[in-house]
């Protein structure tokens, strides 16, 4: 008897913390199912449910459409493992890329200024809040530096919250995609993602005027 009390115990208390973490994780989906629907109608894009995983585990919506004549999603993954794994929320907006190009901004912080010290490109383009503020990377350094229009960079600068983590813009083959670390049932993130979107289109067109110089 005196070995079972504690095993009753040990049971308890993990089927206690299995409880809370589901009730947990059920609060944290329907917030970001709610988020991401209110997102879908402020940008009359389609916010379409999902069933239950394994009939049981709420999955939030999945968002996407058209918008300014592009493809736009607003969409979850996940990079590393174990304790390097991390969840990033991103937006993307679809384009043509027939040459080429590829670019990346990132936000400036110690190790990047560490790594531009150590040679790291970084694309000055003239404009002392912007270059101060981000990294940039691309294999076309005059074009971006003419292409990134103060009207792009201004609203970039006012889009990017300071406080998103590893928060970046990449051109990844047919896609400019925005992301960030943290959830979608967190407003703020969502707030920044429906602000990233006209910049995003905007950056969207530039691989298409793209040419390689000969």
Known sequence: MQGIAPFLLFVGFT????????LLGRRQTRRTSENLAELARALGLRCVERPPLLGVF???????GERGGRAVRFFTFT???????????AC??????????TFQLGTQNALSRLGILLGMQDVQVGDAAFD?????????????RAALLPEVRDSLLQCWGARATGSHVKLAGNEVV???????????VVDRMKAVVE???ALAALPEVYRVER
């Open 15 to 22: 089927g206690f913390i299995v409880v809370a973490g589901l």
């Open 58 to 64: 709420p999955l939030p919506p999945t968002v996407d």
């Open 79 to 89: 990079t590393g493992s174990g304790k390097n794994r991390q969840t990033w929320q």
């Open 92 to 101: 993307g907006v679809s384009c043509e890329n027939p040459h080429g190009l």
């Open 132 to 144: 101060e503020r981000f990294v940039v990377k691309t294999n076309a350094p005059e074009f971006l």
């Open 178 to 188: 925005y992301a960030e670390n943290g959830s979608f049932a967190d407003t703020a």
């Open 199 to 201: 910049p995003l289109l």
